[in-house]
């Protein structure tokens, strides 16, 4: 069982801020391990080591912690210079020989590369680290809780979306095509019919002797074989997109209205597996944890 430092609500509504200087960020080749963030902060370290004999100071930061990532800002405007997602966090780790230094490593958004961050603190090394840590524990349930699970569901629903967006575009095709081969047989029986023989009958009928179908004919015009008028046809909504059993779309973090970004597959995708193949933090895989109920 896990004791965090936070209480949920501090981390889902709102954030937990730290203070830290930032040597800054590198690539790494595997997304966890000791090994590569020991090389990580040792590149980081003679860089700023550089800097600092030409004069340059090191940067400090502000951490904002929360259920919806890390953010990196600059303490004075406030301007976000980082954004690293909590699901594409894969490994975070305080420094051993080093109490000042503590390191996460995180996959870059449009690279898909993974890159080490590494920070120095002079006193919150060890509780930044659980914070991270307990974020991203409250972050995987509130994903599974909202809709995580839903996922292959919904791969399949927009399957069958797709496919059914595809069968009336063939049938538009072939209806296009009847009335296109009905106009020219009535063109060809004028042309063959002797001069002051009787009109075709009315209403026209296609090669069935059927009356065609027209979408924007009333229904009332056409009767059944019966007499009774054939139900109305149901108009559809076009103010809110739905999915094909006419649920609206969800927000992976809270469920209800909203339209689905043009992405919104890819990105449950990718927050699956990033939850899936978790944070290590200090030896523990917190995303294969049992769910505590008390958290």
């Known amino acids: 069982d896990k004791t965090w430092m936070h209480t949920p609500e501090a981390l889902s509504k709102h954030y937990i801020p730290y203070s830290a200087k930032f ?33 340059q100071k090191t940067p400090k930061v502000e ?8 953010k990196i800002l600059d303490p004075k405007t406030k301007e976000v210079q980082h954004n690293c997602q909590l699901h594409r966090i894969s490994f975070c780790a305080d420094d051993k020989t080093d109490k000042r230094i503590f390191t996460f490593i995180c996959k870059d958004s449009e690279s898909n590369k993974h890159l080490c961050y590494v920070f120095d603190s002079e006193k919150c090394v060890k509780e930044i680290t659980l914070t991270i840590g307990q974020a991203f524990d409250l972050a995987y349930r509130k994903f599974l809780e909202s809709g995580g699970k839903d996922v292959e569901t919904r791969k399949q629903l927009a399957g069958l979306q797709k496919r059914i967006q595809e069968l009336e575009m063939e049938n538009s095709e072939l209806k296009s095509r ?31 002797d ?22 109305p046809v149901p108009s559809r909504s076009t103010e809110i997109k739905r999915d094909l059993f006419g649920a609206e779309p969800f927000d992976p973090f809270s469920c209800g209205a909203g339209d689905f970004p043009p992405d919104i597959q890819s990105k449950l995708d990718e927050m699956q597996e990033g939850f899936k193949m978790g944070l290590t933090l200090e030896g523990t895989v917190f995303c294969l944890d049992p769910l505590d109920s008390r958290c």
């Open 210 to 231: 059927m009356v065609p179908f027209s979408p924007m004919s009333p229904q009332s015009s056409t009767p059944t074989r019966n007499g009774t008028q054939p139900p």
């Open 63 to 70: 951490l904002q912690i929360s259920i919806y990532g890390v």
């Open 178 to 208: 009847v009335q296109d081969l009905e106009t020219q047989l009535r063109a060809s029986q004028v042309h063959a019919s002797p001069a002051g023989s009787v009109t075709p009958k009315s209403p026209s009928t296609d090669i069935f």
């Open 23 to 55: 040597l800054g960020s590198t690539e790494v080749e595997q997304p966890k391990g000791t090994e590569v963030v020991r090389d990580a902060v040792r590149k980081l370290k003679f860089a700023r080591h550089i800097k600092k004999s030409e004069g």
